[in-house]
């Protein structure tokens, strides 16, 4: 900024002190050399000028002040001026002395003083611009405020306004504006900004204050304020142009020679070009900081940050992929892609976090993140059950670098993986290498809780109950995380040993100890279990009754509910139990466990001889809980209705309920309750056998929203399909049924429906896959013998005759109720021996099944008439004729398509 | 014995040792040159159907929306940050938030100094959050539409979010 000291002023200054000199007292010019009080008023104006030429301001105000002393007391019109002009060069040798309180004080001085000079609209500019640089936005906001009530503030807009002060507003709104950035002060940001040209809004200083002001807002958490400042930032495209046009205008202007100056004005005139130079050199500076940095890109990413402080966790993901697909190569792309699989994870976006956290381990194998981003995934897959990929990766970071950052924690968390896996050994041992390795890390406390639990869940009771002592009692776990826990899990370590006084001993005194531990349900239950064992039965249904007004959740209460109905069940109690499982039914809601509770009515309603009660109940939690499709707990009691009303076999029973289901159906219809009318449907059209089955089925494919499908109805639905051979649509249901009832027990039969239909639309191929699905995931299960018959089926009909029997062969490796499974497996042994060649094994595989399996006369029927077509490929026609005679004189046999070409065969042959 | 259950098994906190800032000094690096944020003020003219679009969405008419915006998005005309605005907004009109949110991300990110389509997009997305039961982040966003676009209609509808 250029002095405004005049040269006319100065002049007039000059003369006013000559006429001062005049007047003024001798002793002035008796003090000290250097001193100003002591130099003579033209003395000072010409010392002052000099300072003034030199930019000495800070020397020059001492100067000011003893001219303005000894103008105070004139006041004719020419001093009075001269006054005014040295008092605003005062103001502004402050400012540039880096004086601002006191520039502000000599500028507000001179406003009052001189309220009418033209001076005065820019001195009230430079109060501002004083505060803008001592950062002092509330003095800078009540000077505002003052200019308004005063009515100033317009005429300061319209100086600002005013064309004739374009340089001097584009100098100083841009300190303004710079002040205030740097302050965060959006308000007067805004107040000021129409009065920025380009130049101000490009300027690095300017934006790189925005930033500043941003960062300080961010700090305070004042993050929406942090936004809007760095979205004032301009961007690399936005300032480069301008910068590049000046670099081109000063370079032309320097490429000029400089014009004739007297010899006195040539040291400015070069003080001039070298300024100008230096300005080239500032805006080279500027643009290769431009060019070359990451700016835009570290704007982005305070952004980004910003939106992850507010929790606007998608927009932080997109400012983050936005630079890292933008810029992969960039070096903030590694860290964005950090950040934006964090954002994720607080998202619990879960399937993208895991792609991007595997994809920042692939791009980044030493990344600077690895082990963060290692962990959080170690945690994310612990959460969600994948346990053996947690252990992959786990093991693979120690492989690649065991001493890692991190390792502590990553040996840790696969400890804990592996306890989950109940690999209790190799738990332990990662346990105790935290201990060992890391003595200082936190997880050294944690680690040997869980070290001593591994103990226990692997029933080495007399070490658990060393390993909780010794964490009991170290001082170094001061405060203990686990006392609590600890001091529980020691008396079920001395339960373990049945130290059963001891175990007693310490469940009370951690009662007494941690009254509000979440664990008092249990050590109640388990004082319960110690009493019962003892034959008191009242005291132990006293502490479990303690152990459910203290549960924290559905397992503990549920744990002391059952306990509970066993001990009545020991005193015959049945009607307690059934008012038991009643008050934990309500009590719980759909947290009860519906099968057990359903079992236990049952038995204590079956002891009376109610099991009339036990049915009600049923109904009763059907029609209280089943509108939740996803409920498991009510697809059991629904199993347990179907059970009991055919286990009875009485018309009453299946009347009444009939008559109870058709009743809630009704209702439910009536209530919209639609996942519960399918539930009723379902159950209706199992309890109405042949006859009904169409119209439930019907009532079935009438809804169309698959979300309220529980498993029951969804198997009917799919049985629907497959009676019509639509394996298209069977398969459409068992897709809905994986992916929303994977756990379900009735999945098996689902996937044997499935089979079924692709078997009956000669899809073998899908048939043997379907049912290899069963004996992967339900091996064992009696109901996948099932599936072994479709399996060996589709062999069979695929002309794979050695590989049908044998898998036939398979149905019978499995000790279960097979009904008609075995004589039609016999049979259809029976039929592949016959079409491999071997007649006599055939006849002998037909025989076993009307011998032994009359029962089941649709198959014993074909084995006859097969055994007939044996024997007469083996030519013993006398045992033919045998054969087609049994079969005619049995009952159950001659009115079958199979007896009844028999009678036609003996006709024929009788006439022969 | 009754079995014993783990309780509290995973005590850690969750592990995020990103720097909160980016406090680096940019080193020299290349940096290809292509614009980070697009910077202009406001669109560029707009179609006429694309407004349109914006009035059925309004109206609740979304399928017709959602016809008129598949033939609409195609012409050249069409800016960048509206078309991001209406694919949001027909996707909170079918409840995918989630595809919203990423659409708006776009506008807020991408397309920040909009003046038609930013503070826009700030309001619903605002208002996304507080249907899906997430307050503080609607409360921010609600405090950026303020701060960051007092001069704009939609902060009249910025208590909304609150």
Known sequence: ?912 | MKGVRIIGIIGLAAVCAVPARSEETVPAARVPETPLVKSEGRSAEQPAILYQVAGLIDQNRTDEALALFETARKTDKASPAMLEYLSARLAMAKGQYTEALQHLAQVTVVYSRDTEWAPAALFYEGLIYKQTGHPEAARQTAEELLLGWPESDWIRRAEELK
């Not at chain 1, 319209?158 to 302050?183: C, E, H, P, S």
């Not at chain 1, 300080?216 to 930032?233: E, H, P």
């Not at chain 1, 019962?532 to 397992?555: C, M, P």
């Not at chain 1, 009704?666 to 109405?688: D, G």
């Open chain 1, 1 to 912: 900024m250029k002095s405004l000291l005049n040269c006319g002023q100065i002049r007039r200054l000059c003369l006013v002190s000559a006429v001062c000199c005049s007047c003024l007292i001798p002793a002035l010019f008796a003090a000290e050399p250097g001193a100003v009080q002591t130099k003579a008023t033209s003395v000072l104006v010409q010392e002052v000028q000099d300072l003034l030429a030199a930019g000495s301001y800070k020397d020059a105000v001492g100067y000011l002040r003893e001219i303005l002393i000894r103008l105070e007391s004139l006041t004719d019109a020419e001093s009075v001026a001269a006054r005014s002009s040295c008092l605003f060069q005062l103001g502004e040798c402050q400012l540039r002395s880096a004086d601002f309180s006191g520039a502000a004080a000599s500028f507000k001085k001179f406003i009052t003083d001189y309220p009418r000079d033209a001076q005065t609209p820019m001195a009230r500019f430079m109060v501002l611009e004083s505060y803008a640089r001592q950062n002092d936005s509330a003095q800078m906001t009540a000077w505002l405020a003052e200019l308004k009530s005063s009515g100033a503030f317009a005429e300061l807009i319209q100086f600002l306004n005013d064309k004739k002060n374009a340089d001097f507003r584009r100098n100083a709104v841009l300190t303004l504006m710079t002040g205030y950035a740097k302050l965060g002060d959006l308000e007067n940001l805004r107040a000021f900004s129409p009065f920025c040209d380009e130049s101000v809004t490009v300027d690095a200083g300017f934006n790189m204050a925005l930033m500043e002001g941003g960062d300080q807002a961010f700090d305070k958490g004042n993050y929406a304020r942090a936004l809007v400042l760095y979205r004032m930032v301009r961007l690399k495209d936005e300032v480069l142009p301008v910068y590049n046009k000046q670099v081109v205008a000063l370079e032309t202007a320097l490429t000029q020679p400089l014009p004739w100056v007297p010899l006195n004005e040539r040291d400015h005139q070069q003080s001039e070009r070298q300024d100008e130079q230096d300005r080239l050199e500032g805006l080279k500076q500027t643009i290769l900081f431009y060019t070359d940095t990451g700016y835009d890109q570290d704007l982005m990413v305070r952004k980004a940050q910003c939106y992850d402080a507010m929790q606007r966790y998608r927009l932080s993901v997109a400012a983050y992929s936005y630079i890292y697909n933008r810029f992969p190569e960039h070096h903030l792309a590694e860290q964005c892609r950090a950040s934006a699989f964090q954002s994720l994870l607080s998202l619990d976006d879960q399937d993208a976090a895991l792609a991007a956290g595997r994809d920042y381990l692939t791009r980044y194998p030493n990344g600077r993140f690895e082990d963060e981003v290692t962990v959080s995934l170690m945690q994310l897959y612990l959460s969600r059950g994948e346990l053996p990929v947690v252990v992959e990766l786990g093991r693979h970071a120690l492989e690649v670098l065991p001493n890692r950052r991190l390792a502590d924690q990553i040996t840790y968390l696969l400890g804990i993986t592996l306890l989950q896996q109940q690999n209790w050994a190799p738990a332990f041992e990662l346990f105790s290498q935290v201990k060992e390795k890391w003595p200082q890390s936190v997880y050294v406390q944690d680690a040997a809780y869980w070290g001593s639990m591994c103990y226990l869940f692997e029933g080495r009771f007399k070490e658990a109950i060393a390993a909780f002592n010794e964490y009991l009692n170290n001082p170094a776990y001061n405060p203990s995380r686990f006392a609590a826990d600890a001091s529980y899990r020691l008396g079920v370590a001395q339960y373990g040993v049945e130290n059963f006084a001891e175990a007693e001993g310490t469940f009370n005194k951690f009662l007494k100890l941690y009254p509000d531990s979440p664990l008092v349900s249990e050590a109640y239950s388990m004082l319960g279990d110690l009493r019962g064992a003892d034959g008191e039965l009242d005291r132990a249904l006293t502490f479990y009754q303690k152990a459910s007004a203290k549960a924290v959740d559905a397992e503990q209460d549920s744990y002391a509910v059952f306990q509970s109905a066993q001990t009545y069940e020991l005193q015959k109690h049945y009607t307690e139990i059934v008012d038991l499982m009643k008050a934990y039914i309500a009590r719980r809601g759909v947290q009860t466990h519906f099968a057990d509770a359903g079992l236990w009515i049952g038995k204590a309603c079956k002891a009376q001889g109610d099991r009339r009660q036990a049915l009600t109940i049923d109904l009763q939690m059907l029609s209280d809980f089943g509108n939740d499709p996803a409920l498991s707990g009510i697809d059991q009691i629904m199993m347990q209705i179907l059970d009991d009303v055919k286990a009875k076999q009485g018309a009453d029973d299946l009347i009444f309920a009939t008559t109870r289901l058709t009743e809630e159906h009704a209702l439910a219809r009536q209530k919209n309750e639609r996942a519960l009318a399918l539930r009723l449907t379902a159950l209706l059209a199992r309890l109405s056998g042949e006859s009904g089955h169409e119209r439930y089925a019907n009532e079935l494919l009438a809804e169309k929203d698959m979300a309220v499908f529980s498993p029951l109805p969804l198997i009917i639905l799919a049985e629907t399909f497959a009676a019509r051979s639509d394996a298209e649509n069977t398969g459409r249901i068992a897709e809905e049924f994986k992916a929303r009832f994977a756990g379900s027990e009735q999945l098996i039969d689902l996937l044997n429906i499935e089979a079924s239909a692709c078997l009956s639309a000669q899809q073998y191929e899908k048939t043997i896959a379907l049912t290899e699905e069963v004996f992967s995931r339900f091996d064992g299960n009696p109901r996948a013998i099932l599936s072994r018959k479709l399996q060996a089926d589709a062999f069979r009909l695929s002309g794979n005759w050695p590989k049908a029997v044998e898998t036939y062969q398979k149905v019978f490796s499995t000790r279960t109720e097979r009904g008609a499974l075995t004589p039609e497996t016999l049979y259809w042994i029976g039929v592949c021996k016959r079409e491999q060649g071997d007649i006599e094994k055939a006849f002998a595989f037909f025989q076993r099944v009307y011998a032994l399996y009359r029962s089941h006369p649709e198959w014993a029927a074909k084995a006859y008439e097969a055994s007939a077509d044996c024997l007469q490929k083996l030519g013993r026609n006398d045992e033919v004729i045998k054969t087609w005679k049994e079969m005619v004189a049995d009952p159950s046999i001659q009115n079958t398509p199979e007896g009844l070409r028999a009678v036609e065969s003996l006709r024929r042959a009788n006439q022969g």
